[in-house]
């Protein structure tokens, strides 16, 4: 702005400079554009009038250094695995400190949180997966800016946890079971190599059962497969012993039926009193004796015989008769 003289007025730049980018308007007066750097531009202006009269003024321009843009640094996240502690930390540059943190769309994987105020991602994943989510930061002038990012959960190995199997005994009744962790249940278990005592084996569930009949050292690998797809597998080798139990059989003999035409015997067995009998012959016994030579250790056993005639007939159970081995 210029008074006195004789309008109009002129302006120039007589000494000095303007700010980078800035420019003045000869006719209007009027400084206008974009500074580029920052720093003091010191100057002198002079205006002119119709008359051809100058006046001059020394100024300034201060023009400060820019506020860089907002932005989400953070370009990638770490993976985590589940069931184990996860943290990780969100940066942003630019704007106006301070920073506030939101998830504004999708969701970290479950079992971990974003810190507002620090932007720190911390917690427990616990189930495996990636998830895909986009983080906002918003400065102190609300001014924000947003970026997507991944966390990759891995699931936790897939693992055998048992370390070994107990020893056995021959003609007693074993039992062991199989532990895994990890992966994805329900697990299936397999034997892939070597083998189980004979008169055991191993259901798809781990559990080993059975009653094995010989001694020794019975080293065998068991793997388990689980649900994942593609299946994860894990192997591991184990021993079970068997040492020589003492052997029983029981030897039975009855009297001959009364009944005419009887052409054998059926022999029949059970554990409980009175009922559940189970045949235990495999054909029919012409003589008057049998000797049940699969009883195992520590059972009380029932018996009763029937009468069986040339047809097929058979009679009523006998009186039971019992026996506990030791």
Known sequence: QATGGTTPYSWAVSSGSLPAGLSLNSSSGAISGTPTTSGTSTFTVKVTDASSSTATKSLSIAVAAATPTLSVSTSSLSGGTAGTTYSASLQATGGTTPYSWAVSSGSLPAGLSLNSSSGAISGTPTTSGTSTFTVKVTDASSSTATKSLSIAVAGVPLTITTTSVPNGTTNTAYSAFLYAGGGNTPYTWTISSGSLPTG?????????????????????????????????????????TVTQGTAYSVSLTWTASPSSGVAGYNVYRSTISGSGYVRINSG????????????????????VVTAVDGSGNESGYSPQWSIAIP
Not at 203 to 213: E, K, M, W
Not at 286 to 296: A, E, F, I, R
């Open 284 to 303: 029919v016994a012409t003589s008057l004796g049998y000797v049940d030579g699969t009883v195992q250790n520590g059972t009380t056993y029932y018996y």
């Open 200 to 240: 055991v084996t191993m259901s798809t569930a781990g559990d080993i059962s059975g009653t094995p009949t010989a001694a020794g050292a019975f080293t065998f690998t068991a793997k388990v497969t689980d649900s994942s797809s593609p299946a994860n597998t894990a192997t591991a080798s184990f021993t079970l």
